[in-house]
T-cell receptor, first 117, second 112 residues
Framework: GAVVSQHPSWVICKSGTSVKIECRSL??????MFWYRQFPKQSLMLMAT?????????EQGVEKDKFLINHASLTLSTLTVTSAHPEDSSFYIC?????????????FGQGTRLTVV | LAKTTQPISMDSYEGQEVNITCSHN???????ITWYQQFPSQGPRFIIQ???TKVTNEVASLFIPADRKSSTLSLPRVSLSDTAVYYC?????????????FGKGTRLHILP
C-alpha cells in the first residue's frame, strides 16, 4: 500500500522553542493531508487539513498561529508547533488518502511524539 | 458524518474469535464502513472496508446487516499482537480531501 512517512519519530524540546514535523507521501502525490493530535488513552483529534498550494483549514478551537502548516509540494506537508509549552506535548499524526477503485483509503504516518520540557 | 457507537473496551483470550460491533443508526446511502487498528505509539492502520453484506480479507471479516445500521468486525483466532484500539468509521470517502473524524474506538486486550 501507499506509504506516509513522518519525521522525526520523537522530539524533546524546551519550552518556548518551535518544533517542525514533516509528513511525506513516499509513493504518491497528496494534494491534501490531515494532521491529528492524540493525547494518552484518547482518540485522534483532527487539527487541520493541509492543502497543497493554499492555506490550511483548521478545526474549531485549533490556533492557526500556534500550529503553522505548510504544504509546499505534492509530497510534503509540515506542521510547526510554535513557542511550544508542556501542554503541547502529545502524539502528532499525519494522514493522506489514496484513491482505490470507487473509494479512497487513508494512510497514516507513524506519528511523532513531542515532549516539551 | 454518521455518529458511531462501539464498546469502550473488550477483553479476550488468545485463539478466540473476537467480534466488535459498531452502531451507526444514521448511516447515509453513500456511506461506507471502515475499520482501523492502532497500536500504541503508532498511526492507525486500515483493516477493512465494506458497504453491505460481508467482506473478508486476510486479516478480518466485516459483517453488515441489510439495514446497515450496525456492523461487526470479526477477528479470527486472535493473538497477543492483536491487542490494540479498533476504530469504526462511517462516511463517504469518495474524495481525497474528505476528512476522517475518529470516535473513541474499542480498546481490545488479548490475554494469554
Amino acid at each position: 500500500g501507499a506509504v506516509v512517512s513522518q519525521h522525526p519519530s520523537w522530539v524533546i524540546c524546551k519550552s518556548g522553542t518551535s518544533v517542525k514535523i514533516e509528513c511525506r507521501s513516499l509513493d504518491f502525490q497528496a494534494t491534501t493531508m490531515f494532521w491529528y493530535r492524540q493525547f494518552p488513552k484518547q482518540s485522534l483529534m483532527l487539527m487541520a487539513t493541509s492543502n497543497e498550494g493554499s492555506k490550511a483549514t483548521y478545526e474549531q478551537g485549533v490556533e492557526k498561529d500556534k500550529f503553522l502548516i505548510n504544504h509546499a509540494s505534492l509530497t510534503l506537508s509540515t506542521l510547526t508547533v510554535t513557542s511550544a509549552h508542556p501542554e503541547d506535548s502529545s502524539f502528532y499524526i499525519c494522514s493522506a488518502r489514496v484513491r482505490v477503485a470507487q473509494t479512497t483509503e487513508a494512510f497514516f504516518g507513524q506519528g511523532t511524539r513531542l515532549t516539551v520540557v | 458524518l454518521a455518529k458511531t457507537t462501539q464498546p469502550i473496551s473488550m477483553d479476550s483470550y488468545e485463539g478466540q474469535e473476537v467480534n466488535i460491533t459498531c452502531s451507526h443508526n444514521n448511516i447515509a446511502t453513500n456511506d461506507y464502513i471502515t475499520w482501523y487498528q492502532q497500536f500504541p505509539s503508532q498511526g492507525p492502520r486500515f483493516i477493512i472496508q465494506g458497504y453491505k453484506t460481508k467482506v473478508t480479507n486476510e486479516v478480518a471479516s466485516l459483517f453488515i446487516p441489510a439495514d446497515r445500521k450496525s456492523s461487526t468486525l470479526s477477528l479470527p483466532r486472535v493473538s497477543l499482537s492483536d491487542t490494540a484500539v479498533y476504530y469504526c468509521l462511517v462516511g463517504a470517502p469518495m474524495n481525497r480531501d474528505d476528512k476522517i473524524i475518529f470516535g473513541k474506538g474499542t480498546r481490545l486486550h488479548i490475554l494469554p
